[in-house]
C-alpha cells in the first residue's frame, strides 16, 4: 500500500469515526417508516369511523343537542379528523415525489376543510349543549349549515361551514386525482375517496339522505390507508429479504 493510500484511507477512517458519533439510533432511524405505517391504519380508522358515525348521528335537531349520544357522537367525529388529518398527511409523504405539487395542493386544501370541520365539532360537543336552552336559535342555525338548508342566524359560523364543505369537496376530488397519478397504492381506492362525492351525488338528490355522501369517501380512505399499509409492510418484507440473501 503506497503513503497516499495509506493517508486516504486514514482520513476515511477518521470521517467515518466523526460521521458515527452523529448517527442516529437504530430505533430513531426507524420513526419515519413507523410513522408511515401508523399514519396508514390511522387512515383506515379515520375511514371507518367516518362511515359508522353517519349511522349513530342523532337527528339533526334542538332536542338532540342536549343528549349524550349527541355529545359522544362528536367527540368521536373530532377524533376522527385528527385521524383523517394524520392518515392522508403520512399517504401523502410515502409518495410526495411521485404526488407532486397536485398532491401537495390538494392535502392543504383538504387538511383546511378538515381543520373547519374540527371547529365545528368542537363547538357541537362543547358549546352547543351549554347554551341550547338560553340560545336555541343559534344552536338551529349551526345545525342548518350542516344540513345545507340554509340560516343567517349564526354568522361567521355560516362562512366557516362553507369553507369546510368547499375545502372538503375540492380537496377530496384533488388528492384522489394526486393518488391516481402517482399509481402507487390501490387506484380503485384512489378513485373511491377522489370521486365518491360525486358518484353518491345523485342518490343523495333522490332520497335526500346527506349523510350517505360520506360512505364512499370514508371507505375510499379506509382502503387507501390499508393500501398504503401493506405496500409499506411488503417493502420492508422485500428489504429483509435482500439483506439476508
Excluded: C
Excluded at 419515519?32 to 342523532?58: D, K, M, W
Excluded at 385521524?83 to 415525489?97: K, N, P
Excluded at 368542537?122 to 340560545?135: H, L
Amino acid at each position: 500500500m503506497t503513503a497516499g493510500a495509506a493517508t486516504t484511507t486514514q482520513v476515511t477512517a477518521r470521517v467515518r469515526g466523526v460521521t458515527s458519533r452523529f448517527a442516529l439510533p437504530q430505533s430513531l432511524r426507524m420513526t419515519t417508516a413507523r410513522l408511515i405505517q401508523l399514519g396508514s391504519l390511522a387512515a383506515v380508522v379515520a375511514g371507518l369511523l367516518f362511515v359508522a358515525i353517519q349511522f349513530v348521528h342523532p337527528a339533526d335537531e334542538l332536542a338532540s343537542v342536549t343528549t349524550s349520544t349527541w355529545q359522544i357522537v362528536h367527540f368521536v367525529s373530532l377524533f376522527m379528523v385528527v385521524m383523517f388529518v394524520f392518515g392522508i398527511t403520512t399517504i401523502y409523504a410515502s409518495q410526495a415525489e411521485k404526488a407532486g405539487w397536485l398532491g401537495f395542493t390538494a392535502l392543504v386544501v383538504l387538511v383546511t376543510g378538515l381543520f373547519m370541520t374540527g371547529i365545528g365539532d368542537v363547538i357541537e360537543a362543547f358549546v352547543e349543549p351549554v347554551i341550547a336552552a338560553n340560545y336555541p336559535g343559534y344552536v338551529e342555525g349551526m345545525m342548518a349549515t350542516i344540513t345545507g338548508s340554509g340560516s343567517t342566524a349564526v354568522g361567521a359560523v355560516s362562512a366557516a361551514a362553507a369553507i369546510s364543505s368547499a375545502g372538503f369537496l375540492i380537496g377530496t376530488i384533488a388528492y384522489g386525482i394526486a393518488m391516481l397519478r402517482a399509481g402507487v397504492i390501490s387506484r380503485a381506492a384512489s378513485a373511491l375517496f377522489g370521486f365518491g362525492l360525486l358518484l353518491s351525488g345523485p342518490v343523495v338528490a333522490i332520497t335526500g339522505a346527506y349523510r350517505l355522501a360520506a360512505l364512499p369517501i370514508g371507505i375510499g380512505l379506509a382502503w387507501m390507508g390499508y393500501s398504503a399499509w401493506s405496500n409499506h409492510r411488503a417493502g420492508r418484507s422485500k428489504a429483509v429479504a435482500s439483506a439476508n440473501a
